[in-house]
Structures are given as structure tokens and as C-alpha cells.
């Protein structure tokens, strides 16, 4: 479901010109961590980091529950 959201966040992102928004990694303008509210394309920018960043943490968290599960031995 969620990389289903970054393939809409991510068009959004394409289709608003909003890939500037936020200039820099991981703060978004000036040190701030957050994008200002009144800024339309810093936001879009923003929300389509931080939905990534909880799917890239959710793949990490299955690969390591993956890699740690005992092989099962049964054919």
C-alpha cells in the first residue's frame, strides 16, 4: 500500500515541479528538518521523503526478519 503512495507522492512530486523543494539531504532548507507549511512544492517534496523513508525502513525490517527466520528443510 505504501509504495503504491510513493508512486502517487512521486508523480506529484514530476507532474507539480516540486523536486527543488527541498534543496538539501537530509534537512530540507537552512538546517530545518521540516519544510515550512506555506511552501506548496517543499511540502510535496517533504511528504514524498518521509512516506519513502518509512518504506525503506519497513523493507529493512523484513529483509533482517527474513534473514534471521531458521531455514525450513521441508520440501
Request: glycine residues 8%.
Amino acid at each position: 500500500m505504501l509504495l503504491a503512495f510513493i508512486i502517487v507522492t512521486g508523480a506529484a512530486v514530476r507532474l507539480s515541479g516540486s523536486g527543488l523543494g527541498c534543496s538539501d539531504w537530509p534537512t530540507c532548507e537552512n538546517d530545518q528538518l521540516v519544510a515550512e507549511i506555506d511552501d506548496v512544492h517543499a511540502m510535496v517534496e517533504f511528504v514524498n521523503r518521509v512516506i519513502t523513508g518509512f518504506v525503506a525502513l519497513a523493507v529493512i525490517i523484513a529483509v533482517l526478519g527474513c534473514s534471521l527466520e531458521p531455514p525450513n528443510e521441508k520440501i
